[in-house]
């Protein structure tokens, strides 16, 4: 009964005009980005963080799941039309979509991309309702030193499901933790790692970091990579998959969905994971695997539902643990402590509305990225032929007329051009910014917990492995890590970040 009442608020609150006017300014601008490919949803929501501060919390969060669960439908146009994918998730739609369009049968393959999408969006934010709140009522008996032990997981986790070295995952995660710490200590009041900068007193602007590491370095990437985009299919018809299509893309879309949903929890790239692993399942299933990579409607139906559904369950964590499950959940944490929320599993009981609305804005939004994409994809094939060298000053003007808007203080430009730079480095090393920015956000958080949990014990440093929650969560990291040092999964790891 409770569940039901829980819906009813959420939904009171997400179909709010304003609300709604969110949710759709959400998911427009998310299929918008997923269409054109090379920003990102990440890079999106860091420049539009800035945006987000004159917003009321729920409206702002609202927008920013609908911008990142957007781009995940329009990430799939580009990957079928013009076999360039907007997203990293698409990039397993894009083997038997382009196929399907070269073949003849665009409106066909982007119409099973859109229904895997909805139906998956569907489910797994019905599982998000159901498993949410028991998970908060568990995380509401951690103490300190437990919160210190599931950051760690975390941390551990996103250098697990890093591309490339492991080496290089750890010192990203390592370097986001000291650029956490710059600023005042909360408990002495003493400066730190300030270098004299005055304006470091309060520590790095989250926003100017997000937005330079992602936004800036992800737009010197493109333009060094500028591809010309060839757009074979200039209008799109036959929308409906006939009643073979539909037989054979069923199982597949509740394969995807199931798999998306479990392996989108996961910290690191659930949902680039879970398209993955549905392909090969659907392949090593089918009695006609030879079709795959030819244009099999499989190919499309499962990745599309099962990264749909792993970018939905990935709030599961954020919401009740307050632990990001990638870099866009990481940039939402960012959005609620800049509002004055402290994520967590407090979020359920002292700001229900708002835990509940975004959940329910999530079903709306589903609805309205069907009801939009398919009708309008003409518009979006059209947006597929402006150059990169256009987008990108408009992107830069927006970028830091809104950096500059939360403080009205200069030095935050030159952070983003710092950490556009750094960011830019780090591509060119192979690192992935990625647990730099989970470091960056966790870190502080940390930091709290460990110092709490030692003035709780009263400096005894096995308070971690005498509570059986915190040891428990300990022997889990130390576990992943072991795993992923050992060699044979160390070279696969690096052979999988070459052939990316």
């Known amino acids: 009964m409770d569940l039901f009442n829980n819906l009813a608020l959420g939904f009171s609150t997400a179909a709010s005009p304003w609300n709604l006017l969110f949710c759709f300014t959400g998911v427009m601008l998310g299929t918008l980005i997923g269409v054109l490919p090379g920003i990102g949803a990440t890079a999106t929501i860091a420049m539009l963080l800035p945006i987000t501060f004159q917003l009321e919390p729920v409206s702002s969060l609202i927008m920013l799941a609908g911008i990142y669960y957007g781009a995940q439908y329009g990430g799939s146009t580009t990957a079928i039309l013009i076999n360039m994918p907007g997203e990293s998730s698409s990039a397993v739609t894009a083997i038997d979509g382009y196929q399907m369009a070269r073949q003849g049968r665009a409106g066909v393959a982007l119409a099973t991309a859109a229904i895997g999408s909805f139906f998956a969006g569907t489910v797994s934010t019905f599982l998000v309702a159901i498993f949410a709140p028991p998970l908060t009522s568990i995380a509401l008996k951690f103490g300190a030193a437990e919160y210190f032990s599931l950051m760690v997981v975390g941390l551990i986790s996103s250098i697990a499901l890093a591309h490339g070295s492991v080496i290089k995952a750890l010192a990203m995660v390592v370097l986001g933790l000291l650029l956490g710490l710059v600023g005042t200590d909360i408990n002495t009041g003493t400066p730190r790692f300030i270098l004299g900068i005055r304006d470091l007193s309060d520590g790095l602007n989250f926003v100017a970091m997000a937005v330079g590491v992602f936004g800036v370095a992800e737009i010197l990437r493109n333009l060094e990579n500028e591809q010309t985009r060839s757009v074979m299919i200039k209008k799109v018809t036959g929308l409906l998959p006939t009643r073979e299509d539909f037989r054979r893309m069923a199982a597949p879309i509740l394969r995807g969905t199931a798999l998306g949903s479990a392996l989108g929890i ?114 979006w094939v059209k947006l597929l032929t402006i150059p990169y060298y256009v987008l990108f000053p408009i992107i830069l003007a927006f970028c830091s007329i809104g950096v500059y808007s939360v403080n009205s203080n200069v030095f935050d430009l030159y952070s983003v051009a710092f950490f556009g730079l750094i960011g830019y480095v780090l591509v060119k090393l192979h690192c992935e910014p990625a647990p730099l920015l989970l470091g960056f956000v966790l870190g502080p958080l940390l930091e709290e917990n460990l110092r709490r949990a030692m003035i709780i014990s009263r400096g005894d440093a096995t308070v971690f492995f005498t509570r059986p929650i915190s040891a428990t969560l300990l022997a889990i990291a130390l576990a992943v890590l072991v795993i992923v040092l050992l060699p044979s999964i160390n070279r696969k790891r690096e052979e999988i970040f070459v052939e990316d």
């Open 266 to 379: 996961l910290p690191g790239g659930g949902a680039i994971l879970a398209s993955f692993a549905s392909y090969t399942v659907e392949k090593r299933v089918s009695k006609h695997p030879q079709t795959f990579g030819k244009g099999a409607i499989e190919g499309v139906a499962g990745p599309e539902a099962a990264n749909n559904a792993g970018a939905q369950t990935s709030f599961i964590p954020m919401l009740t643990l307050g632990i990001p499950a990638n870099p866009v959940m990481a940039l939402m944490i960012g959005a609620m402590i800049i509002q004055g929320i402290v994520p967590g599993p407090n979020v359920a009981t002292e700001q229900p509305a708002l835990f509940w609305g975004i959940i329910a804005s999530m079903w709306i939004g589903n609805l309205m990225l069907i009801v939009l994409n398919l009708p309008m994809i003409g518009l």
